[in-house]
């Protein structure tokens, strides 16, 4: 009679991937994420000074949810002593708050799909998955730029146009945008994000010298507040076609992303692992906080 022996083949596929066919970096990507968009995202102030990012999503559609209420403020006249003692209430009529739940959509998209072969990677795959992680969240940030730049076109309550780059319409166009946050009781730090054009006719205009207590520092060509503005340089690439300028109160609006995957797997067509990585990302502001956004049209663009 034959004995019959069970042999565990599981331990005999014990290896140097320690019995993982895929392993998940995405709260590796994550901080590596958030870290990057911090210094190199050119509108992160906008956002509140990073980007909110969430490893392990499964949720492909609703982002989150935010309480939202359209019930106005009523502000009475005053205590009514004169109502009698149970006849009505000396506070006024009674108006209810009620929140309702406002879901915020993921709207776009990014992924990644790259092969690591031992063969031809030349380093330690540590090492390779280390510096392709740190490349991917740059390139990503530079896809975050390009999208933020457009939502916030988008999400603009208020157009100014400039006529041209003279400091006689650079000086029109500031006084506007100043009297402008000044009429709707804008509170919080005023920025203005603009092209080389527009970044050089501040840089050079009569108003910049210590004379006038402005905050330029000619020497080191920057620019710290023109008007109670404080200006930042960024590629025109960034603005729509047309514009040139975006002024907004710092933290106005809320970028994020969710991870769906960030991961290794054992490749089949060669020998080494796939890369990959995919995820869902969005842009949200308050109705009511597009009108502390402005952006600057110029004629002839």
């Given at each position: ?105 993921y709207s776009w998209g990014w ?46 309550g208020k157009t100014e146009a ?140």
């Amino acid at each position: 009679m034959k004995k019959i022996i069970a042999i565990n083949l599981q331990l005999f596929a014990a290896g140097e991937n320690n019995d993982q066919s895929a392993r998940s970096y995405q709260l590796e990507f994550k901080k590596m994420l958030q870290a990057v968009f911090k210094k190199q995202s050119y509108f992160a102030d906008f956002f509140g000074g990073g980007i909110e990012a969430l490893d392990g999503v499964q949720e492909n559609e609703t982002a989150f949810y935010v309480k939202t209420s359209d019930i106005p403020c009523v502000v009475g006249d005053g205590y009514k002593k004169e109502t009698g003692l149970g006849t009505g209430s000396r506070f006024g009529d009674i108006t209810e708050v009620i929140y309702s739940n406002t879901p915020v959509n993921y709207s776009w998209g990014w992924n990644w799909h790259e092969g690591i072969d031992r063969h031809t990677v030349n380093n330690n795959f540590d090492s390779a998955v280390a510096d392709r992680l740190e490349i991917q969240a740059r390139e990503k940030t530079k896809k975050f730029n390009t999208k933020h730049g457009a939502f916030i076109s988008a999400s603009a309550g208020k157009t100014e146009a400039l006529a041209d780059y003279s400091a006689n319409a650079v000086l029109a166009l500031f006084n506007a945008l100043s009297a402008y946050y000044t009429d709707i009781e804008a509170v919080g730090t005023l920025k203005a994000k603009v092209n080389s054009d527009l970044y050089n006719a501040i840089v050079d205009h009569p108003l910049t010298t210590s004379a006038k207590g402005s905050g330029a520092n000619i020497d080191k060509n920057g620019i710290v507040e023109f008007k109670g503005f404080i200006i930042e340089k960024i590629p025109a690439s960034l603005f729509a076609k047309g514009e040139c300028c975006y002024t907004y109160v710092a933290g106005v609006g809320k970028a994020f992303t969710g991870i769906n995957t960030a991961r290794t797997v054992a490749a089949i067509d060669f020998d080494g692992v796939a890369f990959q990585g995919a995820g869902r990302a969005g842009e949200y502001i308050l109705p009511n906080n597009k009108k502390a956004v402005c952006k600057v049209t110029i004629a002839g663009a």
